[in-house]
């Protein structure tokens, strides 16, 4: 009696907090503090709910783990006049196996929901609306639109002359310009060292090695400017390493590949401008003609 007494009472706390702190979450609070929402792209979503229902599941098992800690502690402390050891016991099977099964459990969930969303965020697209190749260089981004033949040459982020001290100058960022609804394929490539190309919202990232070839593929689903940066310690100036990404209307997506066009920047920016020209498999400028 004194047990359940006790347990009446831890219980009727935690519960109350539980029920005022989730009236009054916020939408950001919901999402697990994460950046952008369910809706920028077609894979935001699925990486919001395996986020917060991870987190759910662990803060149960936290719950769990601290009320019986205390009741243990509570229920089992030395009473007055008490002396020695209490009776000690070696083993008990149905909680060994309790405390064995419970974490299989959990961990083998985590793994099946996590694979079930990377297997769908990571199967390329087999007829994309849009494909960029997207070359990552120290310390900038270059941007192919393969399908249009036109490309954009970024250099790395610099300071704005009239605004604060420190201030990056956005405007003069490299920007990847993409059209909502439509599904993209991205191509990624390096020109150096190792890079990551992370588009903040987006909640997901992707990293570009030289030599080898990595995809994204997805759907952009808000309109509007997103930040996007490299994740991956790249040199000296690797926080300069800076781009935005701008989700447009399909008309605003035409006028900027034909602004791009009219100022002469027509064909592909490729290999030919990679620092690592002496990698297996990559064609060398001048390297078939020496040959011959």
Known sequence: MRS?????????PMAATLVVALAGCTQAQLQGWLPGNADTTNHTGDVIGLWVTSWIVLMVVGMITWALTIWAAVVYRRRKGQTGLPVQL????PIEVFYTIVPLILVLGFFAFTARDQAKIETRAEDPDVTVEVYGKQWAWDFNYVD???YSVGVQASTDPEGPVGNVDYDALPTLYLPVDRTVELVLESRDVQHSFWVVNFLYKKDLYPGVTNYMSFVPQEEGTFTGKCAELCGEYHSQMLFQVKVVSQGEYDAYIESLRDAGFEGDYGQDYDRNSNLPGVNVPGEAEESE
Not at 4 to 12: G, I, K, S
Not at 90 to 93: A, E
Request: cysteine-free; aromatic content about 18%; glycine content about 0%.
């Open 148 to 150: 249009e033949n036109v």
């Open 90 to 93: 070696r083993y008990n099977l």
């Open 4 to 12: 359940r007494r006790l347990f009446r009472w831890a219980a009727v």
